[in-house]
């Protein structure tokens, strides 16, 4: 496109034609699946489509690299691309949200150039949608006085000069216009002394904008001409047609509303095949302008329909009936053209099911404070039990006379004088005598007086209420319960306390026996044993008891291990020495020490190490190795027992699981002992797991944090 028939010479379809080539390499290097190969590829062939305003096929292009599957460099400067490609294209959350991700990954992985980048994207979104009311100007130009000096100390002078223009379109939209005159300057020189031809045309357009808000029309008009041949020079869609709104602008501004309208038709139809959703909002609205200027109010609600279609599309509500309201009045005074579609808009009011209301201030109720009611459709009326015309033109208080009017009339009040919407949500009416309902009520300042719009919620509260009464009921029970477990913790702490003296008086007794019977040894070390196991038992469910209740009292410091391992398989020495199988300790190094809590080591190991001899069969092995891991120390316990199954694994840490594998020496098992392994682990800030192939042994593992060296 051309927006001056005279910029397409010989040399522009030169420049056009080296860079369909360019385009056309690129294409036929890609590979079919997105690469580390093509990585670079595709940024090359997504900046140049990108610059002739070609939206979706980009983000098809370059979304894939911005995985975490991609180096972190190629990831950021497509995630910029994408964000710039959404700013262009009018899609502002997800440009704004976009960038700031951005600047997330690049920070974290210490990026001062990218960091910049995103902060000045954030910047642009701020530009575009900033109102001279709300600070978003402040804000732009707070970031783009700090990115312009790291973008000088990079040496990027395309990024510093656009910096200079972002701070000349922060400084107008704030009305300092030397200072937006004198950046926008800055920008225009730095682009010409290095070379970058390609951006020129925005500070040109950017300094004409400012002499044409300061009325200067006779300045403002040179510059949009440079900026009008330099866009036709980049041939940047993008900026063309942003150039001819604003020159358009211009000559309406000057009284030519045909040249304008003129320019605003010639692009058009690039912004509907490009996707300029902004740009084709407000050539639409100023279309429309100049139309019922002209009196031709079909074609002025056409256009402004399609406005507000376009305006959708970047989801900015644009103020459409009090545009369309003005326009519409005009007509109506002059024509009856529009009479249907007015009546279309009446029968959607009336029908709808919340009640609306127009009210206002009658000329002689001033004083009085009164409202009367010029609108109510029939919902409206039917809230008091009457039809619309029984109720329009009459002062409100002779239709209303609950208390709870009040309710609604005094914020009416306020939101006359300021402004300011206001909304009841939910607040209780009473139309009818003897009727309370809940409503919801919206407050809004109307040319004429006020509107409310009134929704029946009373089912909705009804429901709210039943729910709030069910959450208490639920927080009650709740209660209850955890009372309850605390009371069954504290019996079986009790009861578990009060075993250990008698078993531990069974097995002094034992030892009694077999002093003074040596033939009773057999059946004493059964006793024996079945003393151990549930003095086993009680400490596994005591170790729970303190887990659940935070009661663990830790002692987390730097320890040596390997003494701890070589207690534990002495310990177990016995016990495997009867069940034939052979434990070997491999400590790769005496004098490693780990963070933990030596007791709690103890536990969790000897846990581990009793499991792999209980699932082991009859002359096995068991090994205990250690090893170095990254930041840690790991422990590894590796049996010949039968292995675990993959359902088995999903449930191996929870309390009292049961296993399909059974010990082989019929040894008891509570199924507390991994539960209580993880959670010691956890508390010292370690981890456990386990490696296992059905029928082919276990391997479980623990690691605990290693000093620094």
């Known amino acids: 496109m051309f927006l001056r028939k005279e910029n397409e010479d010989d040399a522009a379809k030169g420049r056009r034609a080296a860079i369909d080539r360019q385009i056309l390499e690129l294409r036929e290097a890609l590979n079919v699946t997105p690469s580390l190969d093509d990585a670079r590829i595709r940024l090359d062939l997504a900046a140049l489509l990108s610059w002739r305003g070609e939206y979706r096929p980009v983000l098809n292009l370059i979304t894939p690299l911005t995985g975490e599957c991609f180096p972190v460099d190629i990831s950021i400067e497509a995630r910029q691309m994408v964000a710039d490609i959404y700013f262009r294209h009018d899609q502002y959350d997800l440009a704004n949200r976009t960038y700031h991700e951005n600047l997330a990954i690049a920070r974290e992985s210490g990026d001062e150039y990218w960091v910049a980048r995103a902060r000045d994207g954030i910047a642009w979104v701020l530009v575009d949608v900033g109102d001279c009311t709300t600070g978003e100007f402040v804000e732009a130009q707070k970031v783009f006085e700090e990115t312009l000096p790291l973008h000088r100390s990079f040496g990027m002078k395309v990024p510093e000069a656009m910096a200079h223009y972002?701070?000349?379109?922060?400084?107008?939209?704030?009305?300092?216009?030397?200072?937006?005159?004198?950046?926008?300057?800055?920008?225009?020189?730095?682009?010409?002394?290095?070379?970058?031809?390609?951006?020129?045309?925005?500070?040109?357009?950017?300094?004409?904008?400012?002499?044409?808000?300061?009325?200067?029309?006779?300045?403002?008009?040179?510059?949009?001409?440079?900026?009008?041949?330099?866009?036709?020079?980049?041939?940047?869609?993008?900026?063309?047609?942003?150039?001819?709104?604003?020159?358009?602008?211009?000559?309406?501004?000057?009284?030519?509303?045909?040249?304008?309208?003129?320019?605003?038709?010639?692009?058009?139809?690039?912004?509907?095949?490009?996707?300029?959703?902004?740009?084709?909002?407000?050539i639409c609205h100023g279309l429309a302008g100049i139309a019922a200027n002209r009196s031709e109010f079909a074609e002025a609600y056409r256009l402004q329909i399609e406005s507000q279609t376009y305006g959708n599309k970047v989801g900015v509500i644009s103020p459409i009936l009090q545009n369309q309201q003005m326009v519409l009045r005009t007509a109506l005074h002059l024509t009856g053209q529009l009479e249907n579609r007015l009546n279309y808009l009446t029968a959607g009011v009336q029908a709808s099911e919340d009640g609306i209301f127009v009210i206002g201030y009658p000329d002689h109720g001033m004083e009085t404070g009164e409202f009367v009611i010029h609108f109510a459709n029939s919902a409206a009326a039917g809230m008091f039990g009457r039809k619309p015309a029984d109720i329009t033109h009459l002062l409100i208080g002779?239709?209303?006379?609950?208390?709870?009017?009040?309710?609604?009339?005094?914020?009416?009040?306020?939101?006359?004088?300021?402004?300011?919407?206001?909304?009841?949500?939910?607040?209780?009416?009473?139309?009818?005598?003897?009727?309370?309902?809940?409503?919801?009520?919206?407050?809004?300042?109307?040319?004429?007086?006020?509107?409310?719009?009134?929704?029946?919620?009373?089912?909705?509260?009804?429901?709210?209420?039943?729910?709030?009464?069910?959450?208490?009921?639920?927080a009650e029970q709740n209660d209850r319960l955890l009372a309850l477990d605390k009371e069954k913790s504290e019996v079986l702490g009790i009861a578990a306390h009060d075993l250990r003296s008698p078993i531990g008086n069974i097995r002094a007794l034992c030892d009694l026996i077999v002093a003074n019977d040596p033939q009773s040894q057999k059946h004493v070390s059964l006793i024996e044993a079945s003393a151990d196991s549930l003095l086993s038992l009680i400490s596994k469910l005591l170790d729970i008891e303190r887990i659940e209740h935070g009661d663990l009292n830790l002692e987390i410091k730097e320890i040596a291990f390997a003494p701890t391992?070589?207690?534990?398989?002495?310990?177990?020495?016995?016990?495997?020495?009867?069940?034939?199988?052979?434990?070997?300790?491999?400590?790769?190094?005496?004098?490693?020490t780990m963070f933990a809590d030596e007791s709690a080591l103890h536990r969790a190991v000897q846990n581990l190490l009793s499991n792999a001899l209980k699932f082991s069969p009859v002359g096995s092995s068991v090994q205990i190795r250690t090893s170095s891991t990254g930041g840690n120390y790991r422990i590894e316990i590796q049996d010949q027992g039968p292995g675990i199954s993959e359902s088995d694994r999903r449930i191996l840490f929870r309390k009292f699981a049961r296993l399909s594998a059974r010990p082989t020496a019929g040894e008891s098992s509570s199924g507390l002992g991994l539960s209580i392994v993880k959670h010691l682990l956890e508390a010292m800030n370690g981890q456990v797991g386990c490696e296992s192939i059905p029928g082919d042994g276990t391997t479980f593992w623990i690691e605990l944090p290693a000093p620094a060296r």
Request: aromatic share 10%; proline share 4%.
């Open 166 to 282: 972002g701070l000349s379109r922060a400084a107008a939209g704030m009305g300092r216009y030397d200072e937006a005159a004198e950046h926008a300057m800055q920008a225009i020189e730095m682009m010409k002394e290095h070379g970058n031809d390609y951006l020129l045309q925005l500070p040109l357009l950017q300094l004409g904008n400012v002499y044409r808000d300061r009325s200067a029309y006779d300045r403002a008009l040179p510059f949009y001409r440079m900026a009008i041949d330099a866009a036709d020079h980049s041939q940047d869609p993008y900026s063309q047609a942003l150039i001819a709104f604003h020159y358009g602008l211009l000559l309406k501004w000057m009284d030519d509303g045909d040249s304008a309208r003129w320019w605003w038709n010639s692009v058009l139809p690039t912004i509907a095949e490009l996707e300029f959703p902004r740009l084709g909002s407000e």
């Open 398 to 474: 002779t239709v209303w006379k609950s208390p709870t009017a009040s309710r609604i009339l005094e914020p009416s009040r306020r939101v006359y004088e300021t402004g300011e919407r206001c909304s009841l949500d939910p607040v209780e009416l009473e139309f009818k005598v003897g009727n309370s309902r809940w409503y919801s009520v919206k407050i809004a300042k109307i040319i004429d007086g006020i509107a409310w719009t009134v929704s029946d919620v009373t089912e909705r509260e009804r429901m709210r209420q039943e729910i709030l009464a069910q959450r208490d009921r639920l």
């Open 565 to 592: 391992l070589s207690q534990i398989v002495e310990q177990y020495a016995a016990g495997a020495k009867e069940k034939q199988i052979a434990v070997t300790l491999q400590v790769h190094d005496e004098s490693a």
